[in-house]
């Protein structure tokens, strides 16, 4: 993100910049996406967020739903005081950083959900990045939602198409809009949980391949993505038992039953991920220990060569002391005989060793 700054005028559909460009570039449109929904059905037309907001207050069946990519603290000014939102969770959503966590500010809910992306790499190697996270924060009341994302977190395009093509869905409110963000993000996990386990299992053919290959880096390397995995799953189950406990804004207490299977998806989630880690430590042993005996391996073959070498080396050290009267000095075929000797006990230690897997 460039350094400089531009204020936002909030209008349906994106942003216009009302400041200048910087060095060329252009920021990103903070306002993704600024509808007004009556009954379920997106009103046509741009709608300013104030006439947005007077009309969902004066309709019981509407409510706003804006979206933000990566806002600033004074693009989300006129947001925050049009909707009263606590000042503590505006700078949670300026900052970002955040736990998963589902706070309560009056009628306000705001729910932090940690997004993951799978990276696609050819080879794991030490330096690998398996997963990418980014951020949604959703502040949730009776008449309107705001999206705020950060990072990698896909765009919402796609969903809120979907939910606007089923308006008796959409007609829930914010409760819906809450539902289908928490399922999406979910369903994500599950898609990149099938990705690392496909990881998981080519480290762990490699572990056990008869190919020498020192694989701790690698490892290490994954383990530390899996840890970035865990952070973002395992918090997240207290948040979504509140919100399957009647906890969304509105209409909601219809998804209760959805969010309990959502629950329940991001529970094998977490199973997955603690057998992962599990697995992990088991393929770490694995490649330490095959390290270890493949070490030991060559220390054997080092040792059998040696002692093969060593049984001609005592025989030419004998007979180079050049004593007088030693056996054989003077005998027409004892250079040829103990030349036979040496090859022959070299053949016979070199069948031993082979026979016992030293060599």
Same mark, same amino acid.
């Given at each position: 993100?460039?350094?400089?700054?531009?204020?936002?005028?909030?209008?349906?559909?994106?942003?216009?910049?009302?400041?200048?460009?910087?060095?060329?570039?252009?920021?990103?449109?903070?306002?993704?996406?600024?509808?007004?929904?009556?009954?379920?059905?997106?009103?046509?037309?741009?709608?300013?967020?104030?006439?947005?907001?007077?009309?969902?207050?004066?309709?019981?069946?509407?409510?706003?739903?804006?979206?933000?990519?990566?806002?600033?603290?004074?693009?989300?000014?006129?947001?925050?005081?049009?909707?009263?939102?606590?000042?503590?969770?505006? $700078?949670?959503?300026?900052?970002?950083?955040?736990?998963?966590?589902?706070?309560?500010?009056?009628?306000?809910?705001?729910?932090?959900?940690?997004?993951?992306?799978?990276?696609?790499?050819?080879?794991?190697?030490?330096?690998? $990045?398996?997963?990418?996270?980014?951020?949604?924060?959703?502040?949730?009341?009776?008449?309107?939602?705001?999206?705020?994302?950060?990072?990698?977190?896909?765009?919402?395009?796609?969903?809120?198409?979907?939910?606007?093509?089923?308006?008796?869905?959409?007609?829930?409110?914010?409760?819906?809009?809450?539902?289908?963000?928490?399922?999406?993000?979910?369903?994500?996990?599950?898609?990149?949980?099938?990705?690392? $386990?496909?990881?998981?299992?080519?480290?762990?053919?490699?572990?056990?391949?008869?190919?020498?290959?020192?694989?701790?880096?690698?490892?290490?390397?994954?383990?530390?993505?899996?840890?970035?995995?865990?952070?973002?799953?395992?918090?997240?189950?207290?948040?979504?038992?509140?919100?399957?406990?009647?906890?969304?804004?509105?209409?909601?207490?219809?998804?209760?039953?959805?969010?309990?299977?959502?629950?329940?998806?991001?529970?094998?989630?977490?199973?997955?991920?603690?057998?992962?880690?599990?697995?992990?430590?088991?393929?770490?042993?694995?490649?330490?220990?095959?390290?270890?005996?493949?070490?030991?391996?060559?220390?054997?073959?080092?040792?059998?060569?040696?002692?093969?070498?060593?049984?001609?080396?005592?025989?030419?050290?004998?007979?180079?002391?050049?004593?007088?009267?030693?056996?054989?000095?003077?005998?027409?075929?004892?250079?040829?005989?103990?030349?036979?000797?040496?090859?022959?006990?070299?053949?016979?230690?070199?069948?031993?060793?082979?026979?016992?897997?030293?060599?």
């Amino acid at each position: 993100m460039s350094s400089w700054r531009t204020t936002k005028r909030f209008r349906p559909g994106g942003a216009v910049p009302a400041g200048t460009e910087a060095a060329g570039a252009r920021r990103a449109p903070v306002v993704v996406d600024c509808a007004l929904y009556d009954k379920g059905v997106r009103r046509p037309g741009e709608v300013p967020l104030q006439d947005a907001l007077d009309a969902a207050e004066a309709s019981e069946d509407c409510f706003v739903w804006i979206g933000l990519h990566a806002p600033l603290t004074e693009d989300l000014a006129e947001i925050a005081a049009a909707f009263h939102l606590h000042p503590l969770a505006v $700078e949670d959503a300026v900052e970002a950083h955040q736990r998963p966590k589902l706070e309560r500010y009056d009628d306000t809910l705001f729910l932090v959900l940690k997004t993951i992306v799978y990276v696609e790499h050819d080879a794991l190697t030490a330096t690998s $990045e398996v997963v990418d996270t980014g951020e949604i924060m959703v502040f949730a009341g009776d008449k309107f939602v705001v999206v705020v994302r950060h990072g990698s977190a896909p765009p919402l395009v796609e969903l809120r198409q979907s939910l606007e093509a089923d308006p008796e869905r959409l007609g829930h409110g914010p409760a819906a809009v809450v539902h289908a963000i928490t399922d999406r993000v979910v369903d994500d996990y599950l898609l990149v949980a099938d990705k690392v $386990e496909d990881d998981f299992e080519r480290l762990e053919e490699e572990v056990f391949s008869p190919r020498p290959s020192n694989d701790a880096e690698r490892i290490y390397q994954l383990k530390r993505e899996l840890i970035e995995f865990k952070r973002a799953v395992l918090p997240l189950a207290r948040p979504l038992e509140r919100l399957a406990d009647g906890g969304l804004p509105g209409d909601g207490t219809v998804f209760d039953a959805y969010l309990r299977d959502v629950a329940d998806h991001l529970a094998q989630v977490r199973e997955r991920l603690v057998a992962f880690d599990e697995l992990l430590d088991s393929i770490l042993s694995a490649s330490l220990a095959g390290v270890t005996v493949r070490q030991n391996t060559d220390m054997r073959k080092i040792a059998a060569i040696a002692a093969i070498l060593a049984v001609p080396t005592l025989i030419v050290g004998i007979y180079g002391m050049n004593f007088e009267h030693m056996p054989e000095l003077k005998w027409t075929y004892g250079y040829p005989s103990v030349l036979v000797v040496m090859v022959g006990a070299c053949v016979l230690m070199f069948r031993a060793f082979r026979r016992n897997d030293w060599l």
